[in-house]
């Protein structure tokens, strides 16, 4: 069964640094990965995908993630945080042949706190 | 385009009480499902469907049902709510094939007394 796993509850960060939130995956086949964040009182939003190609994607906001299949990781990452990025946000995982019934995985979320 | 829409946007219900929450796209996509958010525990997945007529059990079934009669239409039904179905449910909503992330709609937060 595929998995997602996101080892901090919650990341700090001061603004202005670089953050990095940090996701793990398990699938049987080659993974579609996911980013969304969630504002308070929200919906899900979408951030950027991992789909194949380059390992480094760029997505909204100024954010990126860097796919490496040989650790199973797929981590969130920002060069300048600003106070505006805290959110809970959300790893998600799709095997779209090999199983899993295109089902869509989530981690448990990590909550990102951007101080000033 | 209205993307994913669900309604209500909250309710209460008393134990035992049944209900409905209702989910509808308009992009013409495969696949629908429902999610529970509780804290701590991301989103768990209650039911899927990969097209009208066909649905199946995600991760946490008991005590919901749904139906696809529709492409766009994917209700989800408490037969007796229980408090520990008290939680923030999402519907998503994506393509099977193509660009494929998924679209949620603003969720509805639940609550049993």
């Known amino acids: 069964a595929q998995s997602v796993a996101q080892p901090e509850d919650q990341v700090n960060v001061a603004e202005g640094n670089p953050l990095t939130v940090k996701c793990t995956y398990s699938?049987?086949?080659?993974?579609?990965l996911f980013w969304y964040v969630q504002y308070p009182n929200r919906g899900l939003q979408f951030l950027l995908k991992?789909?194949?190609?380059?390992?480094l994607v760029k997505g909204s906001y100024g954010f990126e993630a860097e796919f490496n299949k040989s650790q199973t990781s797929f981590h969130l990452k920002k060069p300048s945080a600003l106070v505006s990025d805290s959110a809970l946000y959300f790893c998600?995982?799709?095997?779209?042949?090999?199983?899993?019934?295109?089902?869509?995985?989530f981690g448990t979320g990590t909550q990102l706190k951007v101080e000033l | 385009n209205a993307g994913v829409t669900q309604t209500p946007k909250f309710q209460v219900l008393k134990t035992g009480q049944s209900m409905t929450l209702q989910c509808a796209q308009d992009?013409?996509?495969?696949?629908m499902s429902w999610y529970r958010q509780d804290p701590g525990m991301g989103l768990r997945l209650i039911h899927y469907?990969?097209?009208?007529?066909?649905?199946d059990q995600g991760e946490v079934p008991n005590g919901y049902n749904v139906s696809r009669s529709t492409t766009e239409d994917f209700p989800l039904r408490l037969l007796s709510a229980a408090p520990s179905q008290t939680s923030v449910y999402f519907c998503?909503?994506?393509?099977?094939?193509?660009?494929?992330?998924?679209?949620f709609g603003q969720g509805t937060r639940l609550t049993v007394v």
């Open positions: 998600a995982v799709r095997d779209p042949v090999t199983g899993g019934g295109n089902k869509l995985t």
């Open positions: 699938v049987s086949g080659n993974p579609y």
């Open positions: 991992y789909i194949t190609g380059d390992n």
């Open positions: 992009m013409n996509h495969e696949y």
């Open positions: 469907s990969v097209g009208a007529g066909i649905t």
């Open positions: 998503a909503s994506y393509r099977v094939w193509g660009a494929p992330e998924a679209f």
